[in-house]
């Protein structure tokens, strides 16, 4: 007699390997779960994220990725964005950017350089005097030969009648003034003025003392600075650049409304 061949039965299902994988599939999000219910959810920014998705404020002015059958049909004045006015560009306020304020700057800075230069011409002072423009305001230079002896501080009696003049310039405009001494790099010792920073602060104060005590200006105007030698016009080489460098520089400033530390 033939042996019966004995078939084995095959397993039907799902992998023995699916049952651990499953496991641990389910441990992850219990853990998942854990962390969730442990967290700490900020109410607050929670409604706010959920109130803006609610609104769809957002998205009222793109198109939906997702095509639509007729989407002409569909889309509604509010959703093309022609009825709403959350994202409305204030189209009625003027604009301004830095080019305009530049503009009116230069405007200002113009206007006061043309009244300095007529009184320059108008009273002779053109000699004694130069005048610049820069971006902190309009800048009169004025050489110390005519201003002081050499090595002090005290103010010519030659020089009182043009001071006056200058005096009489800063009272017909409102701009704070600020007035720099300046010296050469020839070293300076003295018992009153131990070195060229103490002389060209000196000189400055001087010249707003005269200026205020004469004309009646107010102080709180006026600016002191002394350099020294720190900012010459040309390098101390030659006694002509020595005699550039040593000067007294009264600052007429620009802008009125801002501090001295805010323009500076």
């Known amino acids: 007699m033939r042996r019966r061949v004995m078939k084995k039965a095959q397993d039907k299902g799902a992998p023995k390997w699916m049952v651990?994988?499953?496991?641990?599939?389910?441990?992850?999000?219990?853990?998942?779960?854990?962390?969730?219910?442990?967290?700490?959810?900020?109410?607050?920014?929670?409604?706010?994220?959920?109130?803006?998705?609610?609104?769809?404020?957002?998205?009222?002015?793109?198109?939906?990725?997702?095509?639509?059958e007729n989407p002409t049909e569909n889309t509604s004045h509010e959703e093309s964005g022609e009825t709403s006015n959350q994202f409305e560009t204030p189209t009625d306020?003027?604009?301004?950017?830095?080019?305009?304020?530049?503009?009116?700057?230069?405007?200002?800075?113009?206007?006061?350089?043309?009244?300095?230069?007529?009184?320059?011409?108008?009273?002779?002072?053109?000699?004694?005097?130069?005048?610049?423009?820069?971006?902190?305001?309009?800048?009169?230079?004025?050489?110390?030969?005519?201003?002081?002896?050499?090595?002090?501080?005290?103010?010519?009696?030659?020089?009182?009648?043009?001071?006056?003049?200058?005096?009489?310039?800063?009272?017909?405009?409102?701009?704070?003034?600020?007035?720099?001494?300046?010296?050469?790099?020839r070293p300076m010792s003295s018992f009153r003025y131990p070195s060229n920073w103490e002389l060209s602060g000196a000189r400055a104060g001087s010249v707003v003392r005269y200026l205020i005590e004469e004309n009646e200006l107010p102080e709180q105007r006026f600016r002191i600075v002394g350099y020294g030698e720190t900012e010459p016009l040309e390098s101390n080489t030659s006694a002509e650049n020595m005699s550039r460098n040593r000067r007294v520089e009264i600052v007429i400033m620009e802008d009125i409304s801002k501090s001295p530390e805010e323009r500076s």
């Open 20 to 68: 651990t994988y499953s496991d641990m599939v389910t441990l992850i999000l219990v853990f998942f779960i854990l962390l969730f219910s442990m967290s700490q959810i900020d109410e607050v920014k929670f409604e706010a994220v959920s109130e803006s998705f609610r609104n769809r404020m957002i998205f009222d002015f793109y198109p939906s990725p997702v095509p639509m």
């Open 93 to 185: 306020l003027p604009e301004r950017n830095d080019r305009d304020e530049t503009a009116e700057e230069e405007d200002t800075l113009g206007a006061l350089m043309s009244n300095v230069e007529q009184y320059l011409n108008e009273n002779n002072l053109n000699n004694v005097v130069s005048a610049s423009r820069t971006e902190q305001g309009v800048v009169l230079v004025l050489q110390d030969s005519i201003l002081f002896n050499s090595g002090e501080a005290v103010i010519l009696p030659s020089a009182e009648e043009f001071l006056n003049r200058i005096g009489t310039l800063l009272g017909d405009i409102p701009n704070d003034v600020r007035v720099e001494g300046h010296t050469d790099s």
